[in-house]
């Protein structure tokens, strides 16, 4: 059995869900430190002019970092409504912005309880309209005494009896492989390289948020997302 870890994202890039649909299974590392300049919270999309603008949830308390994703809380701010206009004043030009827009927007103008909440139901959601039904969980079910950095990412493969690990291209200058090798786990590494699609404004910009796939590309975004490569 393949798995697959990851910290949720919002709204991450095609190869956040291309990662998951390679793998047997998905852990979502709702635990893990929220990081202030990562994708925890924020993601790529492109607007009129073709650069590259910013997609924000606004965060409570004045240091959010110092705490996990599934416990840091959503501010009470206008942010889901200009998050709303954001993508409308980038999109509603796109030939499938409708009803895709609709349908993610539901699920943001909802509270919940912390940014992994709303990531993760996100997630779920286009999952679902990808066509991706690879089972997913989160780590906060499962025992919490798993060690640090590579040695909890063996011990998680553990307690689902994965006997393969689906590592980012980025974890060849972190892992320790040897923990995994000793545990009896093969580490396969994904290096998703993403397939050029018919994008509005402009010169193609790769690397967006998964929103750009839908909005521009409709039923056949699964098609262009599975066209990446993974690197063994």
């Known amino acids: 059995m393949k798995l697959a870890i990851h910290q949720p994202n919002f709204l991450p890039w095609p190869g956040y869900y291309h ?3 390679q793998a047997d299974v998905m852990v979502h590392l709702d635990t ?7 994708f925890d919270h924020r ?3 492109k607007d009129p002019s073709g650069e590259k603008q910013w997609l924000r949830v606004h965060l409570a308390g004045s240091n959010p970092s110092i705490q996990p ?3 840091v809380r959503l501010a009470d701010d206008h942010w889901r409504q200009n998050l709303e206009n954001v993508l409308y004043n980038n999109y509603h030009r796109a030939p499938h912005y409708q ?3 609709d349908r993610l ?7 919940w309880p912390s940014l992994a909440d709303l ?4 997630t779920e959601s286009i999952l679902k309209e990808l066509a991706i039904t690879t089972p997913c969980s989160r780590l906060s079910e499962y025992d919490q005494k798993l060690g640090r950095r590579t040695e909890r990412l063996v011990n998680i493969c553990r307690q689902l009896g994965a006997d393969t690990y689906l590592s980012g291209i980025g974890g060849r200058t972190y892992l320790d492989e040897d923990l995994f090798r000793q545990a009896g786990i093969n580490v396969e590494y994904q290096d998703y390289r993403p397939v050029k699609y018919p994008q509005i404004h402009g010169p193609f910009v790769p690397n967006l948020s998964i929103v750009d796939l839908l909005f521009n ?5 699964r098609d262009y997302l599975l066209g990446g490569n993974v690197v063994q």
């Open 217 to 221: 590309t409709g039923p056949q975004a």
């Open 105 to 111: 927007l539901a699920i943001i103008h909802r509270e």
């Open 32 to 38: 893990a430190q929220h990081v202030r300049n990562d």
């Open 43 to 45: 993601n790529w999309v």
């Open 99 to 101: 009803p895709y827009a």
């Open 69 to 71: 994703v599934n416990k």
């Open 19 to 21: 990662k998951i649909h």
């Open 119 to 122: 990531c993760l139901a996100l």
